[in-house]
């Protein structure tokens, strides 16, 4: 029980990023390459987004004092990055359909295998 109550979400979120990462580089199936790909992009956004945190931060709307306004850009950047990353995905999914149609398999090794003839 030690190390889970000195656990936080800025050190889940690296562990997060690291597990996507192994598992991009050990899967041979072609979707669980691309899963892997967005749970590690689903860890950065949560780490950027968590870091920046201010307990009691209040939204940048006029009449807050800007002692207590969080800061927009983290949060438009990540935005951003959400977009970006669904974007990534859809883009890795709709080149798999292809792949799989014409050379028939999910396999890594396989569709190399296939590409060197």
Not at 48 to 74: K, L
Not at 82 to 111: E, F, H, P, Q
């Amino acid at each position: 029980m030690a190390l889970i109550e000195h656990l936080t979400v800025p050190n889940l979120t690296v562990a997060l990023f690291f597990l996507g990462l192994y598992g991009a580089m050990t899967q041979r199936n072609i979707i669980k390459t691309i899963i892997s790909v967005g749970i590690m992009d689903l860890a950065a956004i949560t780490f950027f987004m968590t870091a920046n945190y201010n307990d009691g931060a209040r939204p940048p709307i006029s009449g807050v004092p800007v002692e207590q306004m969080a800061d927009p850009v983290p949060q438009a950047l990540m935005i951003t990055a959400i977009v970006i990353g669904v974007s990534v995905v859809a883009m890795c999914l709709a080149m798999y359909m292809r792949v799989a149609y014409r050379y028939g398999t999910a396999d890594w090794k396989i569709l190399i295998r296939r590409l060197e003839k």
